[in-house]
């Protein structure tokens, strides 16, 4: 269970009294275990119905306790368990309803050998999102998608719908173009995120591929400990070279 803020400097007098906490809050609280989760992913959320948070008269969002841990269990269910939205969103409606709600399992196949482990391919089919959807997530156009997709800032999987993680991209480019940074200005630094994937997947290639599949399932945990360590690399990097202090 997440453990939630009993208030402080930054929640505001009224969140403190209430225990209800602004989107900024609840954003600070969930990094502790989920480092990549952004405004924007907890806005899709909510646009999701995985959330339903207070609103204030001005249209501001307050979250509950119970909210923040809701969260949780989605993000978590997302990264350990790779369940499609809709799934996560019935389960956690049943345990709410007091039902018996058994994690449901995605992607798994049964022989008389036992469970296995899904494929890549199989994985690959989870928490995805339409090409609608994902304009309506971002607040974006149809030509501003165009544009980006041009530069190679998002790319649609085969079948033309969009991994989760396009909507954080997509927010997070939109917000940078409020600054005048345009998408052809952000060519460099898909190439240095590629670089970096490159060299996690390098390492953990050779767990990937082994026929065990615990040790499948390390790789997968030592790749999201890889990219975590080579993002935090990159951010203090960044700072360094500006040679100033940020948050």
């Known amino acids: 269970m997440l453990q939630t803020p009993s208030g402080g400097a930054g929640s505001g007098t009224a969140a403190r009294d209430s225990g209800l906490m602004s989107i900024g809050t609840v954003l600070n609280v969930l990094r502790d275990e989920f480092p990549e989760v952004t405004i924007s ?144 200005h952000l060519r460099v630094m898909k190439a240095a995120a590629e670089r970096e994937a490159g060299l996690v997947d390098q390492v953990v290639a050779p767990l990937k591929r082994h026929r065990n599949p615990q040790t499948r399932t390390l790789a997968e945990a030592r790749t999201r400990e890889l990219a975590a360590l080579t993002m935090k690399l990159h951010s203090a990097l960044v700072k360094a070279a500006l040679g100033v202090r940020l948050p």
């Open 41 to 184: 992913k907890i806005r899709f959320l909510e646009s999701e119905g995985l959330i339903e948070p207070q609103r204030t008269p001005s249209g501001y969002r307050k979250f509950s306790p119970r909210d923040v841990e809701r969260l949780g269990h989605v993000l978590r269910m997302q990264r350990d368990h790779y369940l499609p939205l809709k799934v996560i969103r019935e389960h956690l409606d049943a345990m709410e309803r007091g039902e018996a709600a058994p994690l449901p399992v995605v992607g798994r196949q049964r022989s008389g050998d036992g469970d296995h482990e899904p494929a890549e391919a199989e994985r690959s089919t989870v928490a995805r999102i339409g090409r609608d959807e994902l304009l309506a997530a971002a607040g974006i156009d149809e030509a501003d998608l165009r544009e980006w997709e041009s530069y190679g800032l998002l790319s649609p999987l085969a079948d033309g719908v969009y991994d989760a993680e396009a909507v954080t991209v997509a927010a997070l480019v939109a917000e940078l173009g409020r600054f005048g940074i345009e998408p052809r």
